[in-house]
């Protein structure tokens, strides 16, 4: 499986845009870039994913380098309720769709 | 908007006893999964089901562990004799085939308390 790397933790104030970074150094051409959050005391919840082109849905926006060595998950305005931890998964191409859960950014929001 | 639902939200059992955890997943969805997070711990994969079949699991899924979709609708994981290292939140998690099999879609949880 393709490792990724992000920052344990990272902070925030309401309303500011954040950009939550994650490194892939070793992804395959076919390995799609997913990322997903966990609100306290939730369960997981799928956000974004692209393989090459930035993408947008209405919860944030993925921009992917062109070497596909790393992404980042942009929050356009932060709010309270983003507070959470962010993975980024590069789930394995077959194995039943497993997803692999990493450390994680801990987003810390501020009013 | 379309969820997972899962029950009880609580489980307290003792050592030894079996449990069964309920999940209905979102109606039209293909895949099914069991996630378990032991407090503080990362989410650790369990299995998947596509087909009326597993179709992987982790280690942690040993001959205690076993998943069932008895009608078209529920999706249930059984420990049968549980342990205390079982205590845990478990999430059941849906998807839909191909290209969006990657975006799953979980339930709030159960968290096993085992005593």
């Known amino acids: 499986d393709a490792k990724t790397t992000q920052p344990n933790s990272m902070e925030s104030n309401e309303e500011e845009p954040v950009h939550l970074p994650c490194n892939h150094s070793?992804?395959?051409?076919?390995?799609?870039i997913h990322w997903y959050r966990q609100l306290p005391s939730q369960g997981p919840e799928y956000v974004i994913h692209?393989?090459?082109s930035n993408v947008n849905n209405r919860m944030a926006s993925l921009a992917i380098a062109e070497d596909r060595k790393s992404s980042t998950l942009i929050l356009h305005r932060a709010t309270l309720r983003d507070a959470a931890v962010y993975y980024c998964?590069?789930?394995?191409?077959?194995?039943?769709?497993?997803?692999?859960f990493g450390g994680g950014t801990r987003l810390m929001v501020k009013p | 908007e379309p969820e997972v639902t899962q029950t009880p939200s609580h489980q307290v059992t003792q050592m030894g006893q079996e449990v069964i955890l309920r999940c209905v997943p979102i109606?039209?969805?293909?895949?099914f999964y069991w996630y378990r997070q032991i407090l503080g711990q990362k989410v650790e994969f369990l299995v998947s089901?596509?087909?009326?079949?597993?179709?992987?699991k982790s280690e942690i899924f040993d001959d205690q562990f076993s998943v069932e979709r008895p009608d078209g609708s529920n999706f249930t994981l059984k420990i049968r004799s549980t342990k205390l290292e079982d205590s845990a939140m478990y999430f059941c998690?849906?998807?839909?085939?191909?290209?969006?099999?990657?975006?799953?879609?979980f339930g709030p949880g159960t968290r096993l308390t085992v005593t």
């Open positions: 070793t992804i395959s051409g076919t390995d799609y």
């Open positions: 692209g393989l090459t």
């Open positions: 998690a849906s998807s839909a085939s191909g290209t969006r099999a990657y975006e799953q879609y």
């Open positions: 998964i590069l789930p394995p191409y077959g194995a039943g769709n497993m997803l692999t």
């Open positions: 109606s039209n969805h293909l895949y």
């Open positions: 089901f596509y087909n009326n079949e597993i179709s992987e």
